[in-house]
Every structure is written in structure tokens, then in C-alpha cells.
């Protein structure tokens, strides 16, 4: 598997603050690389601090563009640090690991710039994804497949997708819409909303926020909280329910 790295491309932009006028230096590192898609392939993302974006393709291949970023007001330390910034790719079966990283040598001071990543994602709809996030935003827009996601303080937004879905989420915001499968949630503190859903979802949130837009007769939701405000909305009709709840609450086709 061959990796194409781009010339690192350095420039700079002015950012103001209020009580100053300090120019951040950019520097950014693109890599660049192509994989043949097979059947019941699937891509893992181990992500920091990240935006990752997956667009689905016609074409039989997974295609990734990833970019590696550093800011700061010098820009010898934003060269300097964005070295420290790693992008690993492997291939162990059926799936494709990508891992960004910060790594230091022995004596090495960590980074003093912001680094960020930013992941442009293009793969067959039936491509399975798996993503283990912290800081990061993902969008994940038009796919039929398996979503597995653990992540924290960071935010989810799936649109127009069927298949199954688990989650574990702490502090964060997850937004699906269009959803139909089996989906299961389980967050920590964390804020849900669901708008035009089918299928059967399964969802444990503990003092978190639940949103539920939709006809409730698409739909099985079973919720287990404690101390989570859930707020639904009937499309049909535009009634709207809320509660506090502490306990179990069954809504959809099963609704008792």
C-alpha cells in the first residue's frame, strides 16, 4: 500500500485579537492515498482533535485526503511542531486503520502550536466505519453499512443512513437524520436528536438531553435515563411531549 505524501505547503494568515495584533503562521502537511475496495471492508479511525468527513462514491475504491495542520504565531515552531504531528494508514484483513497522533522523541517537548487534522473521506456506501473520536466532528452522509463510533467531547451528525449504529458517547452532541435500522446509543452527558427516523432504536442516557422529531409509527424507541430531559415530537400532528426522565420510557409502534 503505497502512501502519497504532498510538499508541505507553509503560509500564513492574519488573526487578530482584541489586545494585539498577532499573525498566526499555518503550516499544513497533505497526505494523500488510494485503496482497492473489496466486500466487508471497513475503515477505523482513531481520531484527535479532528474533523472527519465521509462522502460515499460510486468508484470501487476508499479514497482519503488528510490533512495535518499547525498554527502559531511563530512559524519556525509551527514547522518544528507539526513533525511532531503523526499520520499512520494500515491494512490488517478487511479493514483499514488511519491514526493521527502526536509523537515525541526521547527529550522532546510537546507541541506548542494548535494542530489539528482534517479527514476527506470517499468510499462505497456498503463501506463499514468504526471510529474512536475525542475532540472531533464527523459527518457521515448517505451510507448503508455498520457505524460503530466510541467517542468524547465531540460531536456526530449521520444523515440519510440505514443499517445499525452503536454509540457510546460522554459529553458530547449526536444528530442523526434520515436514520432507518437498528440503532443503540449509549451516551454519558450527552445531547441526542433525532428527526425523521425509522426502525428500532435502543437508547441508555444518564443526565443527558434526548430531542425526537418524527411519525411515531415508523419507529420502536426504548429509552432507559436517569436524570435526562427528553423532549419528542409528533410530525403528523406537532404535538409535543417532554419529561424528565428517570427510568423507562417506550415511544413508536410499541408506545404503551
Do not use: W
Amino acid at each position: 500500500m503505497k502512501l502519497k505524501f504532498i510538499i508541505v505547503c507553509l503560509f500564513s494568515f492574519g488573526s487578530f485579537c482584541l489586545l494585539g495584533q498577532t499573525e498566526l503562521q499555518v503550516v499544513t502537511k497533505t497526505i494523500e492515498n488510494e485503496i482497492k475496495f473489496k466486500d466487508n471492508y471497513s475503515i477505523h479511525i482513531t481520531g484527535e482533535k479532528a474533523e472527519i468527513e465521509f462522502v460515499k462514491t460510486d468508484e470501487n475504491v476508499i479514497r482519503f485526503t488528510v490533512l495535518l495542520i499547525a498554527k502559531n504565531p511563530d512559524l519556525n515552531q509551527a514547522k518544528v511542531d507539526i513533525e511532531k504531528h503523526e499520520f499512520v494508514v494500515d491494512r490488517v484483513g478487511k479493514t483499514v486503520y488511519l491514526r493521527n497522533f502526536v509523537s515525541l522523541k526521547s527529550g522532546e517537548e510537546k507541541p506548542e502550536s494548535n494542530l489539528k487534522v482534517e479527514y476527506l473521506i470517499y468510499a462505497p456506501i456498503s463501506c463499514n466505519i468504526s471510529l474512536e473520536n475525542k475532540f472531533c466532528t464527523t459527518i457521515v452522509n448517505g451510507f448503508e453499512n455498520e457505524i460503530e463510533v466510541n467517542s468524547s467531547l465531540s460531536n456526530l451528525n449521520i444523515k440519510d443512513h440505514s443499517g445499525t449504529l452503536q454509540i457510546e458517547d460522554f459529553l458530547g452532541e449526536i444528530n442523526i437524520e434520515n436514520g432507518a435500522g437498528n440503532y443503540e446509543i449509549d451516551a454519558k452527558r450527552s445531547a441526542i436528536k433525532l428527526k425523521n427516523i425509522k426502525g428500532e432504536f435502543k437508547i441508555e442516557s444518564k443526565y443527558g438531553e434526548i430531542e425526537i422529531e418524527g411519525d411515531p409509527s415508523l419507529y420502536n424507541i426504548n429509552i432507559k435515563g436517569s436524570g435526562s430531559e427528553v423532549k419528542y415530537i409528533e410530525s403528523i400532528n406537532g404535538k409535543v411531549h417532554s419529561e424528565n426522565l428517570s427510568g423507562e420510557l417506550q415511544l413508536g409502534e410499541n408506545q404503551k
